[in-house]
């Protein structure tokens, strides 16, 4: 019975990684921005829009990978497939447009995080930030998928300690947490935030890097294989999910508790300076050490997904060091205008969240088809859940529009 459960271990230990690499997709610098900004200006009432989102983002990983393990296909490669060239052109350029705001997001955040702890120079931080992640991809094409995924889970656990430090040294209290997880509405002004934490937390890059990853596990041998698969693969996206979930909740209740009466807080800068005054040198050391963590391992995986985006819409193989440079051109060019650093993160994530109906229509039509996935169809319930979530992405993008054109 022990080789029996050796042998299972064995046979499920390639399929765990997928989800952490992808999580720290939801603990990168935009992530860190917005659940900041949320905790300084609202306090706890937001904690629901993060429950709530990580929630939703573990469900869409999920059938991501289903759709990579089932059909050996990743989600660029099957909507290329489906679609003609005008469209399928169309579809590669908002993606592409999705994965610059990305790849701004990350950059910067390292370059901020390279201020607040060498005083570098938010342009040369930017540099170094993306030279240092570029060769993180060098490396992933020398040593393999598995090596790199052991870095980012390196990394993903620094950026935890970073960020959760502050909170185990200043915790909320039982009602402060309370009053956050019920839904509610503040009022316009908030939408800006809860819209730039929707695009940080359910990322369109991610579903699609996902099913890549997924895809190339070599689970669909036999029935048995698959079922096993798909099983360690929810209990992979589960626990990565939760651990970047926890590190965003983190990040919201250490500004809404750390920071008290600091309304004056707008920027990364700010929050980091404010840590340090509350809670010692220590743990505001911490929190930039994190954010450093967040922007490097972040720049390597969107660059990753966005080499998955081009090769499954164009049949284009590009080395992944050249593709950084194909997506830092523009990020550092905008680095150079950004004129206040943690709006222009927020902003980025805003703009992944008008990206995000373009992977979640495809995603949950493809994995709902029997003619495609057989009897690994969505269940009802969740394709049900998904087309809500869908929906509501739209009619906050749209309500964001309306609000920003008529102000």
Known sequence: MATTADSRVRAG???????FVVAIAYVDPGNVATSTAAGVRYGYALLW??????????????LAAKLGLVT??????A???RLGTPARLAYWAQAELVL?????????????????????????????TATVSTGLLVMRDQAGQRKFEHVVVALLAIVGIGF????????????????GVTPRYIGPDSLWLMVGMLGATVMPHAVYLHSALAKDRGARASTEGLTRALRTTRADVATAMSLAGLVNLAVLMLAAGALPAMSDVDCLAEAHAAVGEHLGPVFALLFAVGLLASGLASTAVSTHAGAVVMSGLLHKQVPLAARRLFTLVPAIALLTIADDPTRTLVGTQVVLSFGLPFALIPLVILTSRRTLMGSRTNHPAVTAVVWVVTAAVIVLDAGLVWLTVTN
């Not at 610059?100 to 930017?126: Q, S």
């Open 100 to 128: 610059v705001a990305t790849g701004l997001a990350e950059v910067l955040g390292g370059a901020i995080a390279l201020n607040l702890l060498f005083d570098v120079p938010l342009l040369l931080g930017g540099i170094i």
């Open 164 to 179: 959760l430090a502050g909170l185990v040294a200043a915790p909320p209290s039982d009602a402060d947490i309370l009053s």
């Open 13 to 19: 230990a390639p399929l765990i990684g997928p989800g």
């Open 72 to 77: 050996g296909q990743s989600l660029p490669e």
């Open 79 to 81: 909507v290329r497939d």
């Open 49 to 62: 829009v993060v429950i709530g989102t990580t929630v939703l983002a573990g469900m869409i990983q999920y």
